[in-house]
């Protein structure tokens, strides 16, 4: 390391990070259970699976609807029942959340659901995608920690909100994507200034090369929001689960679709919905909820394994459209299929072609332009009732994760003008526009 710069140890680490803990107890490994201190690392020592934040159970259970209804006017609202920021002042973000929660009902018609249908538009966040949730949470937590830069490996919104909430707290960033993003992905990252590295190669090899790079000394100081601080990533996504509820009126729905990559959005999302029941803050449906996973065909092994009955999720070189969804060897693979199981739920997939029809359906019914993701959801929403899987009289939400400016390609050689003519009274009357 070195002399000069002060780098903060990792016990100084861990003591900011128990300090601006909030609610947040410890660190838990998802596969067996062992314990860690509240510190910026991500794998379990003892078996390499996930570690994920548990909370003090008397913590969130002092919480009250009075005390988040009281609270700004986005995902901090939440803070007494998020891992970081508790302290108004320690927070580095833009300040997501509370997007709006669209009644559907042109939708609900067209697919033949006679329940209200929801779609949580989260492309009305300040980056266009809902990874502004989690990233504010990371750094928040990255912060509270001791890191001094910010970085990510990115399908594309991820690299867009590092780099804009980097530049707004005015901390470098760097940012690894695969070369072949979108444009509109990439523009809208390196506008921020920071340094944005495109690699030769799959989201999955940008991945892995973070996993190598986090572990060097030049990158010691450095959060990657989805490497060594991804326990506390992951749990911003809770958000998208106590928005929707608070926003029906502290009611969780029936039923729920939401898009996958790694998978983590879906656990959260359920996981969200058990804290509000388990405290008390919101009433679950009768019969519980039900939690449906979209992939990409291009890039579907979650799906692929809870269609063989299996639980392992074999990793697939990811093709297709949905290029924010493509993560070939998903990382919360096997608690998405946990989630969905135990909640009786299931998984589809769609094509590029359904999804650039999800596209067009949800915008021609709703007024919401979706990114590609969320032609898979609304692509996928269309199979599960076509299938009977999901329950077309049960109050349904479906989430929309981004902008559809972001991959405008996708419809830009489908849709156009519907009529051109001359600049004339009589040119529109010929067209039989005038009624
Ligand atoms: C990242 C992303 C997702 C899913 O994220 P996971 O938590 O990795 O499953 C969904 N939609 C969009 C638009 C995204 O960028
Ligand atoms: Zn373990």
């Not at 921020?192 to 590295?197: F, R």
């Not at 297709?320 to 299929?337: F, H, Q, R, T, V």
Request: negative net charge; contains cysteine.
């Amino acid at each position: 390391m070195e002399s000069g710069s002060h780098h903060a140890t990792s016990d100084e680490r861990a003591d900011a990070g128990r300090v601006a803990a909030g609610p947040a107890r410890g660190l838990v490994c998802r596969g067996c259970g062992a314990e860690y201190p509240l510190v910026a690392q991500h794998a379990c020592f003892e078996c390499f699976g996930p570690l994920e934040v548990s909370y003090d159970p008397a913590a969130l259970a002092r919480v009250t609807r009075a005390d988040i209804e009281a609270g700004p006017h986005n995902i901090w609202r939440y803070a007494p029942l998020l891992p970081a920021g508790q302290d108004p002042a320690g927070r580095i973000t833009l300040d997501p959340g509370l997007t709006p929660l669209v009644a559907a009902t042109g939708l609900a018609a067209e697919l033949g659901i006679h329940a209200p249908l929801w779609v949580k538009d989260d492309s009305a966040n300040p980056t266009h995608s809902f990874k502004d949730r989690v990233v504010s949470v990371a750094l928040t937590a990255a912060r509270g920690l001791g890191f001094t830069r910010f970085a990510c490996a990115s399908t594309g919104n991820l690299a867009n909100s590092v780099a804009a909430h980097a530049a707004r707290a005015g901390v470098p960033s760097i940012v690894f994507i695969p070369a072949d993003l979108e444009p509109g992905k990439v523009i809208t990252t390196a506008v921020y200034g920071g340094d944005l590295v495109a690699i030769d190669g799959s989201y999955d090899d940008v991945n892995r090369l973070c996993g190598e790079l986090v572990e060097t000394d030049e990158f010691e100081d450095t959060a990657f929001v989805n490497v060594n601080v991804r326990p506390y990533y992951a749990e911003g996504s809770k958000t998208l689960g106590y928005e929707v509820a608070e926003q029906l009126g502290w009611r969780i729905p029936a039923q729920v679709v939401v898009p996958m990559a790694s998978g983590e959005l879906l656990t959260k999302i359920d996981k969200a919905f058990s804290e509000l029941v388990e405290i008390g803050l919101a009433t679950a449906p009768d019969g519980g909820w039900t939690v449906f996973g979209a992939q990409s065909t291009g890039c579907n092994p979650i799906a692929t394994a809870l269609h063989a009955g299996t639980d392992t999720v074999t990793p697939v070189r990811p093709t297709g459209i949905a290029k924010s969804l493509n993560i070939g060897d998903p990382a919360a693979g096997l608690y998405a299929l946990e989630a969905v199981r135990r909640t009786g739920g299931w998984m589809d997939h769609a094509d590029d072609d359904e999804i650039r029809a999800g596209i067009r359906l949800l915008a021609r019914t709703t007024g919401v332009f979706a990114e590609t993701a969320g032609g898979v959801t609304v692509a996928v929403l269309r199979k599960l009732v076509e299938s009977g899987r999901l329950d077309p009289t049960r109050e349904t939400v479906v989430y929309n994760t981004g902008e559809g400016l972001k991959t405008i390609d996708a419809v830009a050689g489908q849709v156009g003008p519907s009529h051109r003519v001359k600049a004339s009274l009589r040119a529109v009357r010929d067209a039989g526009l005038l009624g």
